[in-house]
């Protein structure tokens, strides 16, 4: 188990050893966790800032 924090909120979020998210942290050599709230946030926002 470790504990990540959201670099868009900035909320720590722990994350258990059998998650998938866990396997991305533990390699990563900057790990940059956005939480699920926030990944949803950042799509959405994306999305509306193409031109249509
Ligand atoms: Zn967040």
Redesign the pocket.
């Known amino acids: 188990m470790i504990s990540a924090r ?1 670099r ?4 720590e979020i722990t994350i258990e050893s059998w998650s998938h998210e866990y396997e991305k942290l533990k390699v990563a050599d900057d790990p940059a966790y ?2 699920d ?2 990944q949803e946030k950042i799509r959405v926002e994306v999305q509306n800032d193409q031109p249509h």
Do not use: I, N
């Not at 868009?8 to 909320?11: I, Q």
């Open positions: 959201c868009v909120c900035g909320k956005v939480c709230p926030c």
